[in-house]
């Protein structure tokens, strides 16, 4: 009446299958590794490589999408005073306007002249759009009359 197991090999416990056993649990490690192990150890050593090559005047996007050019670079070969390595940048996002981060926290090297190229494009945009604003004695001047008959609703 079983339909699934037939009664003489449930009686004999089954046939183990050793190795055979073992092979979904290996083609499930290697299906991890390929898809998931492997392309994140080769974004690791990309993104080390970018953070290495590094250099002062480079344009590049931190992590959190702040754009801004390299002023300051801080390296292994600096410690600090307690034999710490100082590993930060100092980016200049507007003029006058510096920021530090952390150099791993660079995940972009843009290609150069991109920030003046967008600053030229965003004032054209700006100067594009701008209307005339109006003053407020003008916008007094301009509204329309309102009767104020408020004597009448007694």
């Known amino acids: 009446m079983n339909f699934f197991i037939s009664d003489a090999l449930a009686q004999s416990g089954g046939e183990s299958g050793g190795f055979l056993s ?3 649990l290996i083609l499930i490690f290697v ?4 898809l ?23 344009e590049v996007v931190t992590s959190g999408g702040i754009v801004g050019r390299i002023t ?4 292994p070969a600096e410690k600090e005073a307690g034999g710490q390595v100082i590993n930060y940048v100092a980016m200049e996002t507007q003029s006058g306007v510096s920021m530090f981060v952390q150099r ?5 090297l ?3 002249d991109t920030i003046d190229e967008f600053r030229s494009w965003a004032d054209r945009k700006a100067s ?14 301009d509204k329309p009359e309102s009767s104020n008959d408020d004597s009448s609703a007694d």
Not at 31 to 34: D, K
Request: aromatic content about 6%; hydrophobic content about 40%.
């Open 22 to 24: 073992l092979i979904p």
């Open 31 to 34: 299906l991890f590794y390929f």
């Open 36 to 58: 998931l192990i492997r392309p994140q150890q080769k974004r690791a050593k990309k993104h080390k490589l970018l953070v290495e090559s590094l250099k002062v005047g480079d």
């Open 72 to 75: 300051v670079l801080q390296g």
């Open 104 to 108: 791993d926290a660079v995940t972009q």
């Open 110 to 112: 843009l290609p150069a």
């Open 128 to 141: 594009k759009g701008k209307r005339k604003k109006k003053s407020a004695a003008r916008l007094q001047r």
